[in-house]
Nanobody, 123 residues
Framework: QVQLVESGGGLVQAGGSLRLSCAAS????????MGWFRQAPGKEREFVALISGRGGTTYYADSVKGRFTIYRDSAKNTVHLQMNSLKPEGTAIYYC????????????????WGQGTQVTVSS
């Protein structure tokens, strides 16, 4: 089992920045693919970014490409999502997830989920 705890959400003005963190505990010795997803009010959860289980290859949704950066701190079993130039449409609950696969884009490929952290972007 892997436990994931997100932090770093909050209220920010449009154009601002936030850094989300996802701390993993439990059986973290594997090469998990780590992803971030978000769910806006009244909408389905959507993929935001991932970092592969080996090599650290990253992949982003088109809507955040160039503004968000996902990176891993392996020594601390933590994955971060640096979000810059935030837009009001980025208001959502952001979830961290882990997949036993090396590469996973779809949420049904992820096996472990955090509880989420709220990000609100005001216009």
């Amino acid at each position: 089992q892997v436990q994931l705890v997100e932090s770093g959400g909050g209220l920010v003005q449009a154009g601002g920045s936030l850094r989300l963190s996802c701390a993993a505990s439990g059986r973290t010795g594997g090469s998990y693919c780590m992803g971030w997803f978000r769910q806006a009010p009244g909408k389905e959860r959507e993929f935001v970014a991932l970092i592969s289980g080996r090599g650290g290859t990253t992949y982003y949704a088109d809507s955040v490409k160039g503004r968000f950066t996902i990176y891993r701190d392996s020594a601390k079993n933590t994955v971060h999502l640096q979000m810059n130039s935030l837009k009001p449409e980025g208001t959502a609950i952001y979830y961290c997830a882990a997949s036993v696969s090396i590469w996973a884009i779809h949420e049904d490929e992820y096996h472990y989920w955090g509880q989420g952290t709220q990000v609100t972007v005001s216009s």
